[in-house]
């Protein structure tokens, strides 16, 4: 193969492993939470005389009857350090070399991934302890995502970034099925191995990453990809009009309506914070995220749990089982790149998945353990839909914001893009699990209620978008038509 396409070949499979083992980490805790306060009842009688009834097997401090809290105390000390994180995150990813950055991230996140599962080793039962590990953990795991993004954007132009990045972005759905998969093969036995074994994995993906991944094309004599040839089903997600002219649509190519001279080639300066907010569509498709990825994570860190209490499933085949609402997400984030690369309607595509996802979740509540079949099909169907417009968003979106045509060729906007656009989304990723902590000891109903309506808000966010790209199709028919 020409030496291009073995290097981004070889950057899809580093950067795929690297964004893999971090979910493979964060996904533990779902699994794990249901040992650390399981229903004692049913394993026996009481070996030990002076230990309650009923929570003599759970795991102090965990064993009082506010856990539920407590559990969502622990994924908000991960996701709101994570969140903060985010935002600084792809400023330092802009100004540092990509892969010490990646490298040493996962090296880290590895060390408080194992740490926290040491404490059962160490016989720790002090819930400082355990916040301050996952307070720690969330804001190295910020290292992950804009320093993925920027190395695969830097390799791939706009060609069919939706598809390739949809495809490339089931790292996140695979790492949850190892994530529970790991974690379930101890969860019973001894659940301090279900954090030590995925902290291993990623750090020793950081050490391989440092060895081999390549950051720019010009590292290596390869010529930097496209990043505005523009047609319709590759059109801006603002719309078809920018400020150097209109979009190119299908048997017309433009590589840039500008008529301004080439750029001299010097080094470019990272863009600022408030520069990156600027470029249109960057606000938008940020608050749609805030929502959708409050649903997603929702599912991903309480999900297992739901699973025991409702269906009154094991730990272990709770965790199993969950794995198919990833399964529906590599589905659905294929699906949403495909569509949104053929029909060049990002937020269109997001909508109309985030519309049909709310009924979908109502049916799951009430129907979706009715039996093993309808539970599997309706897993896959939530998790497509749920986790379709969060990948797309991430993946194709924020690199084609990051690679604007406002920029004007500048490559140093993808990670701070990619940092607020994702962090931003964390805010709704530690909001979720929070406020499901809160809400379903009035029972799940509600916690279901909730996320229908973060599905609706997610929508409505893109409505000005989505009005862009209509007039985009309708002025391109019209054309067409020779009106």
């Known amino acids: 193969l020409p030496s291009s396409h073995s290097y981004r070949g070889l950057t899809l499979v580093l950067t795929f492993l690297s964004y893999t083992s971090y979910h493979l980490s964060r996904k533990p805790i779902s699994i794990v939470k249901s040992q650390l306060h399981p229903n004692c009842s049913a394993l026996g009688p009481n070996p030990l005389n002076d230990s309650n009834s009923t929570t003599w097997c759970s795991w102090a ?34 100004r540092l070399p990509l892969r010490y950055y990646l490298s040493g991230g996962m090296v880290l996140s590895g060390l408080f991934t194992a740490l926290f599962g040491l404490g059962y080793f160490w016989d720790i039962h002090v819930l400082w302890y355990f916040i301050i590990v996952q307070v720690c953990n969330g804001l190295v795991q910020t290292t992950g995502w804009p320093a993925v ?60 990453c440092f060895l081999f991944l390549v950051e720019y094309p010009e590292d290596v004599d390869c010529s930097p990809p496209l990043h505005h040839v523009m047609t319709i089903s590759e059109k801006d997600p603002e719309g078809v009009i920018s400020n150097e002219g209109p979009l190119s649509f299908p048997g017309q190519s433009s590589v840039d309506h500008s008529n301004s001279p080439k750029e001299p080639a010097e080094e470019p300066e990272a863009i600022s914070f408030l520069g ?53 997400g590599i589905l659905g984030g294929i699906f949403a790149g495909l569509i949104s690369d053929y029909t060049g309607g990002r937020a269109t595509t997001c909508c109309v998945m985030l519309v049909l996802a709310a009924p979908m979740l109502f049916l799951y509540n009430h129907v979706g353990q009715n039996g093993i079949g309808t539970s599997i099909a309706m897993l896959i169907i939530c998790g497509a839909l749920v986790n379709g417009p969060y990948a797309l968003i991430t993946t194709a979106v924020s690199a084609d914001l990051g690679t604007h045509e406002s920029l004007k060729g500048n490559a140093k906007a993808l990670s701070t893009v990619t940092a607020i656009i994702d962090g931003t989304g964390s805010i709704g990723a530690a909001l979720g699990p929070l406020l499901a902590g809160l809400i379903s000891p009035t029972g799940w109903n509600n916690v279901f209620y909730m996320l229908i309506a973060a599905d609706v808000l997610a929508c409505l966010l893109l409505a000005r978008v989505v009005v862009k790209e209509a007039r985009g199709w309708c002025g391109y028919m019209a054309r067409q038509r020779g009106y």
């Open 276 to 328: 990156a907010l600027r470029i249109p569509g960057v606000v938008e498709f940020s608050l749609c995220l805030l929502f959708a990825k409050l649903v997603s994570y929702t599912f991903l860190y309480w999900l297992p749990l739901y699973i025991v209490n409702i269906a009154h499933f094991s730990a272990k085949e709770a965790g199993d089982l969950s794995t198919l609402f990833d399964v529906g």
């Open 149 to 208: 993004v920027a190395c695969v954007g830097n390799w791939f132009g706009k060609g069919k970034r939706g598809l390739i990045m949809g495809i490339w972005n089931s790292h996140t759905s695979v790492g949850n099925i190892l994530g529970s998969l790991i974690a379930g093969a101890w969860v019973s036995s001894a659940w301090g191995l279900s954090f030590v074994v995925p902290g291993i994995i990623i750090a020793t993906v950081g050490v391989i």
């Open 61 to 94: 401090p965990f064993d009082g009857d506010n856990y539920k809290e407590l559990f969502g105390a622990l994924d908000n000390a991960f996701l709101v350090a994570y969140a903060i994180g985010m935002f600084i995150s792809g400023i330092f990813g802009e």
